[in-house]
């Protein structure tokens, strides 16, 4: 549990530590503003690391362990889309789509879980 908050604040702290320096660097006329706003694709890798570790945690049932899984997958493919068009495509763009990759990954995460417990539902009786 310790290595857990250890890594989120780790994360946290880099997130804000490469914030702050792009908006130094803007200060003083290194980078400009779409440049600076593009930090924002770190959250993107942060989405899909944490999806990454959806799977791989202890599930009490075969139920959850397949939610695992599938938000595992859904959170790591919108954090990757999400990242990738925040680093790449023109910002109205990057704010459309990146946004609506990862609404798509937890809508289709909280359809799925909806959808399990149901068929948990229809098998206890």
């Known amino acids: 549990m ?26 003083q ?6 440049t600076t706003l593009r ?13 990454n570790l959806a799977p791989k945690g202890v599930a009490p049932s075969a139920y959850a362990r397949q939610l695992a899984r599938f938000s ?3 959170l790591v493919l919108s954090g990757l889309v999400y990242a990738g068009f925040w680093a790449f495509a023109p910002i109205p763009l990057a704010m ?4 609506g990759a990862v609404a798509v990954g937890i809508i289709a ?12 539902r229809g098998s206890a009786s």
């Not at 946290?12 to 803007?26: K, Y």
């Open 96 to 99: 459309t789509v990146g946004t």
């Open 39 to 51: 930090v924002v694709a770190m959250n993107g890798l942060m989405i899909a690391y944490y999806g």
């Open 72 to 74: 595992g997958w859904a």
């Open 2 to 27: 310790k290595t857990e908050l250890l890594v989120a604040l780790a994360w946290g702290v880099g997130i804000l530590l490469v914030s702050l320096a792009a908006a130094f660097l803007r200060q």
């Open 109 to 120: 995460t909280m359809g799925y879980c909806l959808w399990l417990w149901n068929q948990a």
């Open 29 to 34: 006329g290194y980078i400009d503003h779409d």
